[in-house]
Protein backbone atom coordinates (compact mmCIF):
# COMPACT_ATOMS: atom_id res chain seq x y z
CA UNK A 1 0.00 0.00 0.00
CA UNK A 2 2.59 2.64 0.90
CA UNK A 3 4.47 1.68 -2.46
CA UNK A 4 1.62 2.88 -4.29
CA UNK A 5 1.16 6.58 -2.43
CA UNK A 6 4.58 6.85 -2.84
CA UNK A 7 4.09 5.98 -6.88
CA UNK A 8 1.53 8.48 -6.37
CA UNK A 9 3.36 11.44 -5.23
CA UNK A 10 6.35 10.55 -7.91
CA UNK A 11 5.26 8.83 -11.02
CA UNK A 12 3.07 10.83 -13.09
CA UNK A 13 1.31 7.90 -14.85
CA UNK A 14 0.13 6.68 -11.40
CA UNK A 15 -0.79 10.25 -10.84
CA UNK A 16 -3.19 10.56 -14.14
CA UNK A 17 -4.46 7.21 -13.19
CA UNK A 18 -6.17 8.41 -10.34
CA UNK A 19 -7.17 11.50 -11.85
CA UNK A 20 -8.81 9.39 -14.61
CA UNK A 21 -10.33 7.24 -11.98
CA UNK A 22 -11.87 10.36 -10.41
CA UNK A 23 -12.96 11.77 -13.55
CA UNK A 24 -14.83 8.41 -14.28
CA UNK A 25 -15.84 7.97 -10.68
CA UNK A 26 -18.24 11.07 -11.75
CA UNK A 27 -19.26 10.26 -14.86
CA UNK A 28 -20.34 6.97 -13.23
CA UNK A 29 -22.35 7.95 -10.52
CA UNK A 30 -23.94 11.12 -12.27
CA UNK A 31 -25.69 8.52 -15.18
CA UNK A 32 -25.17 5.17 -13.74
CA UNK A 33 -28.09 6.52 -11.15
CA UNK A 34 -30.80 7.32 -14.31
CA UNK A 35 -30.26 3.66 -15.49
CA UNK A 36 -30.30 1.81 -12.88
CA UNK A 37 -33.50 3.64 -12.16
CA UNK A 38 -35.07 3.69 -15.60
CA UNK A 39 -33.55 0.34 -16.21
CA UNK A 40 -32.03 0.71 -19.60
CA UNK A 41 -28.77 -1.30 -19.05
CA UNK A 42 -29.09 -3.14 -21.97
CA UNK A 43 -30.06 0.33 -24.00
CA UNK A 44 -26.56 1.04 -22.70
CA UNK A 45 -24.52 -2.02 -23.28
CA UNK A 46 -25.70 -1.52 -26.42
CA UNK A 47 -24.20 2.42 -27.02
CA UNK A 48 -21.12 0.64 -25.31
CA UNK A 49 -20.78 -2.02 -27.99
CA UNK A 50 -21.68 -0.25 -31.02
CA UNK A 51 -18.99 3.07 -29.97
CA UNK A 52 -16.31 0.47 -31.47
CA UNK A 53 -17.14 1.38 -34.84
CA UNK A 54 -16.13 5.04 -33.83
CA UNK A 55 -12.97 4.04 -32.25
CA UNK A 56 -12.16 1.80 -35.43
CA UNK A 57 -12.41 4.66 -37.96
CA UNK A 58 -10.86 7.36 -35.19
CA UNK A 59 -7.61 5.26 -35.70
CA UNK A 60 -7.56 4.42 -39.14
CA UNK A 61 -7.69 8.19 -39.57
CA UNK A 62 -5.39 9.22 -37.01
CA UNK A 63 -7.86 10.91 -34.65
CA UNK A 64 -8.35 10.46 -30.76
CA UNK A 65 -9.93 7.34 -30.27
CA UNK A 66 -12.07 8.72 -28.18
CA UNK A 67 -13.54 11.38 -30.21
CA UNK A 68 -14.79 8.86 -32.74
CA UNK A 69 -16.39 6.62 -29.89
CA UNK A 70 -18.44 10.22 -29.25
CA UNK A 71 -19.69 10.34 -31.85
CA UNK A 72 -20.65 7.05 -32.81
CA UNK A 73 -22.08 6.87 -29.33
CA UNK A 74 -24.02 10.28 -29.67
CA UNK A 75 -25.43 8.90 -33.25
CA UNK A 76 -26.58 5.70 -31.76
CA UNK A 77 -28.67 7.26 -29.00
CA UNK A 78 -29.96 9.51 -31.64
CA UNK A 79 -30.72 6.05 -34.00
CA UNK A 80 -32.23 4.27 -30.30
CA UNK A 81 -34.89 7.44 -29.57
CA UNK A 82 -35.62 8.21 -33.43
CA UNK A 83 -37.06 3.81 -33.96
CA UNK A 84 -38.44 4.33 -30.45
CA UNK A 85 -40.80 7.41 -30.98
CA UNK A 86 -41.20 7.89 -34.82
CA UNK A 87 -41.36 4.12 -35.82
CA UNK A 88 -42.06 2.33 -32.74
CA UNK A 89 -39.75 -0.34 -33.63
CA UNK A 90 -38.85 -2.88 -31.00
CA UNK A 91 -35.92 -1.88 -29.44
CA UNK A 92 -34.22 -4.89 -28.50
CA UNK A 93 -33.94 -5.62 -32.09
CA UNK A 94 -32.62 -1.77 -32.94
CA UNK A 95 -30.10 -2.44 -30.01
CA UNK A 96 -28.63 -5.87 -30.77
CA UNK A 97 -28.04 -4.73 -34.40
CA UNK A 98 -26.26 -1.57 -33.10
CA UNK A 99 -24.22 -3.71 -31.10
CA UNK A 100 -22.89 -6.07 -33.77
CA UNK A 101 -22.99 -3.52 -36.38
CA UNK A 102 -20.67 -1.10 -34.56
CA UNK A 103 -18.12 -4.10 -33.49
CA UNK A 104 -18.13 -5.32 -37.02
CA UNK A 105 -17.00 -1.73 -38.48
CA UNK A 106 -14.21 -1.38 -35.67
CA UNK A 107 -13.08 -4.60 -35.93
CA UNK A 108 -12.46 -4.33 -39.92
CA UNK A 109 -11.36 -0.50 -39.60
CA UNK A 110 -8.67 -1.42 -37.13
CA UNK A 111 -7.72 -4.18 -39.28
CA UNK A 112 -7.82 -1.96 -42.45
CA UNK A 113 -5.51 0.71 -40.65
CA UNK A 114 -1.75 0.89 -42.17
CA UNK A 115 1.44 0.67 -40.02
CA UNK A 116 1.29 -0.48 -36.61
CA UNK A 117 -1.88 -1.42 -35.58
CA UNK A 118 -3.73 -0.52 -32.16
CA UNK A 119 -3.84 -3.21 -29.32
CA UNK A 120 -7.61 -3.83 -29.54
CA UNK A 121 -7.81 -5.49 -26.38
CA UNK A 122 -6.90 -2.33 -24.48
CA UNK A 123 -10.13 -1.06 -25.79
CA UNK A 124 -11.84 -3.84 -25.11
CA UNK A 125 -10.68 -4.73 -21.69
CA UNK A 126 -9.56 -1.06 -20.90
CA UNK A 127 -5.83 -0.10 -19.77
CA UNK A 128 -6.32 3.33 -17.93
CA UNK A 129 -2.44 2.67 -16.49
CA UNK A 130 -1.86 4.24 -20.15
CA UNK A 131 -4.36 7.41 -19.65
CA UNK A 132 -2.71 10.37 -22.05
CA UNK A 133 -3.02 14.31 -20.97
CA UNK A 134 -4.98 14.53 -23.97
CA UNK A 135 -7.42 11.67 -23.06
CA UNK A 136 -7.56 13.66 -19.25
CA UNK A 137 -9.11 17.00 -21.18
CA UNK A 138 -11.50 15.26 -22.91
CA UNK A 139 -12.93 13.63 -19.65
CA UNK A 140 -12.97 16.35 -17.54
CA UNK A 141 -14.82 18.35 -20.52
CA UNK A 142 -17.34 15.74 -21.02
CA UNK A 143 -17.83 15.30 -17.34
CA UNK A 144 -18.68 19.19 -16.80
CA UNK A 145 -21.24 18.55 -19.82
CA UNK A 146 -22.79 15.91 -17.72
CA UNK A 147 -23.10 18.11 -14.04
CA UNK A 148 -24.52 20.94 -15.90
CA UNK A 149 -27.41 19.06 -18.02
CA UNK A 150 -27.79 16.89 -14.48
CA UNK A 151 -27.99 20.44 -12.58
CA UNK A 152 -30.56 21.97 -14.99
CA UNK A 153 -33.04 18.92 -15.80
CA UNK A 154 -32.73 17.00 -12.40
CA UNK A 155 -36.08 16.92 -12.15
CA UNK A 156 -37.07 16.18 -15.43
CA UNK A 157 -34.73 12.97 -15.43
CA UNK A 158 -36.48 11.65 -12.47
CA UNK A 159 -40.15 11.94 -13.99
CA UNK A 160 -38.70 10.48 -17.20
CA UNK A 161 -36.71 7.96 -15.17
CA UNK A 162 -40.14 6.58 -12.90
CA UNK A 163 -42.79 7.20 -14.97
CA UNK A 164 -43.07 8.29 -18.87
CA UNK A 165 -46.41 8.50 -19.35
CA UNK A 166 -46.82 10.87 -15.84
CA UNK A 167 -43.85 12.94 -16.97
CA UNK A 168 -46.13 13.43 -20.49
CA UNK A 169 -49.10 15.18 -18.15
CA UNK A 170 -46.31 16.95 -16.68
CA UNK A 171 -45.54 18.70 -19.91
CA UNK A 172 -42.43 17.28 -20.28
CA UNK A 173 -40.90 16.83 -23.37
CA UNK A 174 -40.23 12.78 -23.60
CA UNK A 175 -38.38 11.99 -26.69
CA UNK A 176 -36.27 15.29 -26.38
CA UNK A 177 -35.67 14.58 -22.77
CA UNK A 178 -34.79 10.86 -23.53
CA UNK A 179 -32.63 11.76 -26.18
CA UNK A 180 -30.85 13.91 -23.75
CA UNK A 181 -30.50 11.20 -20.97
CA UNK A 182 -29.35 8.81 -23.82
CA UNK A 183 -26.78 11.33 -25.16
CA UNK A 184 -25.75 11.36 -21.16
CA UNK A 185 -25.60 7.44 -21.43
CA UNK A 186 -23.19 7.85 -24.78
CA UNK A 187 -20.92 10.38 -22.84
CA UNK A 188 -20.77 8.11 -20.09
CA UNK A 189 -20.00 5.10 -21.50
CA UNK A 190 -17.03 7.03 -23.73
CA UNK A 191 -15.69 7.81 -20.49
CA UNK A 192 -15.40 4.76 -18.64
CA UNK A 193 -14.21 3.04 -21.56
CA UNK A 194 -10.76 4.48 -21.00
CA UNK A 195 -10.96 2.72 -17.36
CA UNK A 196 -12.66 -0.68 -18.09
CA UNK A 197 -13.16 -1.08 -21.53
CA UNK A 198 -16.02 -1.70 -24.17
CA UNK A 199 -16.85 -5.22 -22.61
CA UNK A 200 -16.81 -4.50 -18.90
CA UNK A 201 -17.67 -0.52 -19.32
CA UNK A 202 -21.69 -1.67 -18.10
CA UNK A 203 -20.93 -3.23 -15.59
CA UNK A 204 -19.26 -0.24 -13.79
CA UNK A 205 -22.01 2.07 -15.21
CA UNK A 206 -24.83 0.00 -13.43
CA UNK A 207 -22.89 -1.83 -10.25
CA UNK A 208 -22.00 0.74 -8.08
CA UNK A 209 -25.69 2.78 -8.90
CA UNK A 210 -27.41 -0.62 -7.78
CA UNK A 211 -25.47 -0.60 -4.08
CA UNK A 212 -26.01 3.32 -3.72
CA UNK A 213 -29.86 2.47 -4.85
CA UNK A 214 -29.79 -0.08 -1.91
CA UNK A 215 -29.12 2.62 0.53
CA UNK A 216 -30.57 5.62 -0.69
CA UNK A 217 -34.17 7.09 -0.82
CA UNK A 218 -33.26 10.23 -3.35
CA UNK A 219 -31.93 10.01 -6.60
CA UNK A 220 -29.81 12.91 -5.68
CA UNK A 221 -28.43 10.98 -2.53
CA UNK A 222 -27.64 7.94 -4.97
CA UNK A 223 -25.87 9.94 -7.40
CA UNK A 224 -23.37 10.79 -4.54
CA UNK A 225 -23.25 7.84 -2.88
CA UNK A 226 -22.81 5.70 -6.09
CA UNK A 227 -19.68 8.14 -7.06
CA UNK A 228 -18.03 7.63 -4.02
CA UNK A 229 -18.68 3.64 -3.89
CA UNK A 230 -17.40 4.11 -7.73
CA UNK A 231 -14.01 5.43 -6.53
CA UNK A 232 -13.83 3.17 -3.90
CA UNK A 233 -13.64 0.18 -6.47
CA UNK A 234 -11.33 2.03 -9.15
CA UNK A 235 -9.20 2.71 -6.26
CA UNK A 236 -8.94 -0.88 -4.97
CA UNK A 237 -8.54 -1.88 -8.86
CA UNK A 238 -5.86 0.41 -9.21
CA UNK A 239 -3.79 -0.59 -6.02
CA UNK A 240 -4.53 -4.58 -7.72
CA UNK A 241 -3.04 -3.69 -10.96
CA UNK A 242 -0.35 -1.73 -9.15
CA UNK A 243 0.80 -4.86 -6.51
CA UNK A 244 0.52 -7.62 -8.61
CA UNK A 245 1.70 -6.62 -12.47
CA UNK A 246 0.43 -9.20 -13.94
CA UNK A 247 -3.26 -8.12 -13.29
CA UNK A 248 -5.63 -6.93 -16.04
CA UNK A 249 -7.06 -3.76 -13.94
CA UNK A 250 -10.19 -3.27 -15.54
CA UNK A 251 -11.66 -7.07 -15.08
CA UNK A 252 -10.01 -6.53 -11.82
CA UNK A 253 -12.16 -2.96 -11.04
CA UNK A 254 -15.64 -5.27 -12.14
CA UNK A 255 -14.88 -8.13 -9.30
CA UNK A 256 -14.59 -5.42 -6.90
CA UNK A 257 -17.89 -3.80 -8.09
CA UNK A 258 -19.80 -7.25 -7.94
CA UNK A 259 -18.47 -8.39 -4.45
CA UNK A 260 -19.09 -5.13 -3.04
CA UNK A 261 -22.40 -5.30 -4.79
CA UNK A 262 -23.30 -8.78 -3.34
CA UNK A 263 -22.23 -8.26 -0.01
CA UNK A 264 -24.21 -4.66 0.33
CA UNK A 265 -27.74 -7.00 -0.84
CA UNK A 266 -26.70 -9.71 1.35
CA UNK A 267 -26.03 -7.02 4.44
CA UNK A 268 -29.11 -4.86 3.56
CA UNK A 269 -31.46 -8.32 3.66
CA UNK A 270 -29.58 -9.47 6.78
CA UNK A 271 -30.49 -6.14 8.45
CA UNK A 272 -33.98 -6.28 7.49
CA UNK A 273 -35.13 -9.04 9.00
CA UNK A 274 -32.77 -8.75 11.81
CA UNK A 275 -34.84 -5.17 12.37
CA UNK A 276 -37.96 -6.89 11.78
CA UNK A 277 -37.67 -9.49 14.31
CA UNK A 278 -36.89 -7.16 16.62
CA UNK A 279 -40.04 -5.00 16.44
CA UNK A 280 -42.53 -5.08 18.95
CA UNK A 281 -45.61 -7.48 17.71
CA UNK A 282 -48.53 -4.47 17.12
CA UNK A 283 -51.17 -6.86 16.55
CA UNK A 284 -54.12 -7.02 18.65
CA UNK A 285 -54.57 -9.90 21.28
Known sequence: MMEFFSALLTKPYVQKTVIAGILSSVACGVTGTFVVIKRIAFISGGIAHAVMGGLGIAIFLGWNPLIGALIFAVLSAALITLFKFRFSQNLDTLVGALWAIGMAIGVIFIALTPGIKKDLSSYLFGNILL???????????????LLILVLIFYRQFLYLSFDEEYAKVRGIPVTRMTLLLLTMVSVSVVILIQTVGIILVI???????????????????????????????????YWSSFTIQNLPTGAVTI????????IALVGRRFYTRKRNANKPDNKLH
Do not use: H, Q, W
Not at 215 to 221: D, E, I, M, V
Not at 256 to 261: K, T
Open 131 to 145: VNTESLIILAVLDFI
Open 203 to 237: ALLTLPSATAGLFSKSAGRMIILSTIICLIVLFIG
Open 255 to 262: LVAAVIYI
